[in-house]
Nanobody, 126 residues
Framework: QVQLVESGGGLVQAGGSLRLSCAAS????????MGWFRQAPGKEREFVAA????????YYVDSVKGRFSISRDNAKSTVFLQMNSLKPEDTAVYYC???????????????????WGQGTQVTVSS
């Protein structure tokens, strides 16, 4: 059974940084496309970042480019999201997602991913 467990969320002031982690188990991590999504109160879930199976390709939503960085450690079955220069509008529940069936063609689409974590809250105060 696949499990994705996020950690690293919290409360931070605007301009600060947080590093989210997502530990995966139950299936070969290195064969999964990994992604981060977020959902703010009253809003739809949105794509944030994705990384290919080898880590050689990454993709970001425009609003986080230059501030967020996704990476993975296949030996530790963990994906990370380094978030710098945080803004109040980054406040959301952040979800980790894993996709084993899809190709890299559409990493921002929810249906690329087969499994989702429970989420971790990120709150950025102004």
């Amino acid at each position: 059974q696949v499990q994705l467990v996020e950690s690293g969320g919290g409360l931070v002031q605007a301009g600060g940084s947080l590093r989210l982690s997502c530990a995966a188990s139950g299936r070969t991590f290195s064969t999964a496309i990994m992604g981060w999504f977020r959902q703010a109160p009253g809003k739809e879930r949105e794509f944030v970042a994705a990384i290919s199976r080898s880590g050689g390709n990454t993709y970001y939503v425009d609003s986080v480019k230059g501030r967020f960085s996704i990476s993975r450690d296949n030996a530790k079955s963990t994906v990370f999201l380094q978030m710098n220069s945080l803004k109040p509008e980054d406040t959301a529940v952040y979800y980790c997602a894993a996709g084993w069936r899809a190709t890299w063609g559409a990493p921002s689409l929810s249906n690329t991913y087969d499994y989702w974590g429970q989420g971790t809250q990120v709150t950025v105060s102004s």
